[in-house]
């Protein structure tokens, strides 16, 4: 940041809304202060975001939205130029929770269209049979499938075409003291200063070890004993090889392959298996023999299957809680969104969808309080409740899809949940349906499945009683 930059509180004054404390930029003329006659808001400040991935460049949209100056530090190089490392590849299930966010900014028609829906779950059983379990009753919902890499671009482009936006590919944060508000990157030894920085820089966040070493922070990070392993299946004669309105599932107790469509009609499988047996499996013909075994449906559909599987790396699979998501000190304030602050296993398919979510409820906040960041940053942090939550419900969806979705017992549920929903259509809603087809809070859903659970026990037990009365007075009356 350039030294005749100063900073200084203001008031804001905003139509409707109560006067708040705020800090206004005070600095050379540039070119992106051109939109702020056009903004609602007063206030005017410079956000470093750390971290250019899908939350990172959602929140600088939003940010530019309200007239903010912003700045994205990313230590990866543009994914855009040919040759950049790709990061991450596992599929996304954009739901409604992303799709919500995307509208907010105009950007969902563009993304759906690149997308293919997915209304249910495609079963493969070992002996080959194929068993589809709609989302929905009526199969009148989806996911959809979008690959990450092609949705951070367009979020890069997005974010780019936005006036007061930067981003700076190749900047590997190194450190951040917030009792200064300097942050310093290894690429050249630089150092700025930031008033107002965002860590959107994932699981391994740069941004949230910073804030572990100050007192009274809680973190903990766990492990599944799980790694994953991508793979794919490509196009037959330009088709695709299996059906693409659906995500598809191997499960086979302790371990479980997924398969998700893509537009080139390829789908990227996604191995995931513990680790033991992921390092077993350590030679061609080992390789081959597995797959030939437990998928040999799909094993027929991938004709590079041995050079892959030798090739790609092991992913690992992490929850990740910490708690303040914030400080804010003389100097500056710091927040945590996305995986930085809540990192999740994949198997709700909610990961993208609740870090887009953040960025809403961060907006929201912004709203309630004038645009007052460290206020604003205190309200969002309200929201780990419900991230807790969906950290828990991922979990046990991963026991759901490995060991569950193929058993008789368990689609026997479905079949009588559905038929639940028939019976009371918008008063009876599943727990997947609520937390892929709304935007209910997550928390509000864990207690209202829980209530609703403990009616269906309350009932079960009245029922039961009202049965053992009414053998009892029979067994009266014949005596």
């Known amino acids: 940041m ?9 008031r804001a004054d905003l139509p409707g809304r109560p006067r708040l404390s705020t800090w206004r930029w005070y600095g050379e003329p540039r070119a992106w202060l051109d939109i702020v006659a056009a903004s609602p808001y007063e206030e005017v400040m410079e956000v470093t975001i750390v971290g250019a991935g899908l939350v ?9 939205r309200r007239g903010h100056r912003v700045i994205l530090y990313e230590r990866r190089d543009d994914p855009r130029e040919r040759g950049a490392d790709r990061g991450r590849s596992i599929n996304l299930a954009v739901s409604a929770r992303g799709i919500d966010a995307l509208r907010r900014l105009g950007l969902d028609r563009e993304v759906l269209g690149e997308a293919i829906a997915m209304p249910g779950r495609m079963m493969h059983a070992p002996d080959g049979t194929l068993t589809f379990q709609p989302y929905s009753a009526d199969r009148g919902h989806a996911i959809h499938s979008i690959g990450r890499a092609d949705l951070n671009r367009r979020l890069l482009d997005a974010a780019t075409a936005l006036p007061g936006v930067e981003v700076r590919f190749g900047h590997r944060l190194t450190g951040l003291d917030p009792r200064t508000g300097d942050l310093e990157f290894d690429s050249g030894a630089t150092t700025v200063r930031a008033r107002v920085v965002i860590g959107a820089d994932g699981a391994r966040s740069a941004v949230r070890a910073t804030l572990q070493a100050l007192p009274g922070t809680d973190f903990s990070q766990e492990y599944l004993d799980y790694g994953y392993k991508e793979l794919s299946i490509p196009a037959r004669d330009g088709a695709f090889a299996m059906e693409p309105g659906a995500l598809h599932i191997w499960p086979r107790g302790r371990s479980m392959m997924i398969a998700l469509p893509n537009p080139d009609r390829s789908f990227t499988c996604t191995l995931f298996w513990p680790h033991d047996q992921l390092a077993a499996l350590d ?19 991938m004709p590079d299957l041995v050079p892959a599987y030798q090739a790609n790396p092991v992913g690992h699979l992490v929850t990740v809680r910490c708690s303040p998501w914030h400080v804010t000190t003389a100097a500056m304030t710091v927040g945590l969104v996305g995986d930085a602050a809540h990192a999740i296993v994949p198997f709700y398919g ?25 206020r604003a940053l205190e309200l969002f942090e309200r929201r780990k409740a419900d991230t807790d939550v969906i950290a828990r419900l991922a979990l046990d969806n991963f026991v759901e899809m490995r060991d569950k979705v193929g058993s008789r017992l368990f689609l026997a549920g479905k079949r009588a949940e559905h038929a639940l929903e028939r019976l009371l ?8 349906e609520l937390v892929s087809f709304t935007t209910t809070p997550y928390a509000e859903i864990e207690r ?11 009932a079960g037990a009245a029922v039961l009683a009202m049965g053992v009365t009414a053998g009892l007075a029979r067994a009266a009356r014949r005596r």
Do not use: K, M
């Open 56 to 64: 990172g460049c959602l929140l600088a949209c939003f940010l530019a």
């Open 350 to 374: 909610q990961g993208a969808n609740c870090g887009f979510q953040d960025c809403v409820e961060l907006d929201r906040c912004l709203d309630e309080t004038g645009d007052d960041f460290p």
């Open 448 to 458: 209202r499945v829980a209530r609703r659970r403990r009616l269906v026990a309350a």
């Open 283 to 301: 030679d061609p013909r080992r390789i081959s023999a597995h797959f030939a075994e437990h998928y040999a449906d799909a094993c027929d559909l």
């Open 2 to 10: 350039d030294a005749e930059v100063r900073w200084a509180t203001g």
């Open 425 to 432: 259509p918008g008063r009876y809603v599943s727990q997947y």
